[in-house]
């Protein structure tokens, strides 16, 4: 276990994201983890160094906790859990800035080799071959 915390982007809840309800929109809510995912990618410096190989999104879960209401802002984490196989997962937290949780994101994901239209083998082990930050991408490193 580790003391440290998550990777953090911060986004304000835009009008034109509500629902007919006046809160954010269901889907929205994978957006925001999207965005969160692509930032941590980029900071630990994942997207470089990969030519011919993408990460792909296999499947999300959102846990609805708490509503998000136009002008609210929010922290959304990432952490990357690495395992055996072809895929990993990307966890996220959207968190209002009062600390109460609005959503929980679970992904799982895998980099995929864009001529064969197949998932590589050790995505933890391209990343780190590839030059990323693992200490960034994942708390757990």
């Known amino acids: 276990m580790t003391d440290r915390e998550p990777f953090r982007t911060r986004i304000k809840v835009r009008h034109y994201e509500l629902d007919t309800l006046g809160h954010l929109n269901h889907a929205v809510y994978h ?5 969160s995912r692509l930032e941590l990618l980029e900071a ?23 509503e998000l209401r136009a002008g ?11 395992g055996t196989g072809k895929t990993f997962r990307m966890d996220s ?19 995929m080799d864009l001529e064969r239209r197949k998932l590589v083998e050790d995505p933890r082990g391209r990343f780190e071959a590839a030059g990323a930050d693992l200490k960034v991408l994942s708390t757990a490193e």
């Open 72 to 82: 609210d802002e929010v922290d959304v984490t990432c952490d990357v859990k690495f």
């Open 93 to 111: 937290t959207i968190i209002k800035l009062d600390g109460t949780v609005a959503a929980e994101i679970t992904c799982t994901l895998g980099l």
């Open 44 to 66: 630990a410096g994942a997207l470089k160094g990969l030519p011919g190989v993408a990460s792909v999104l296999l499947e999300t879960h959102v846990k609805f906790r708490r």
């Open 31 to 35: 957006s925001y983890g999207e965005v």
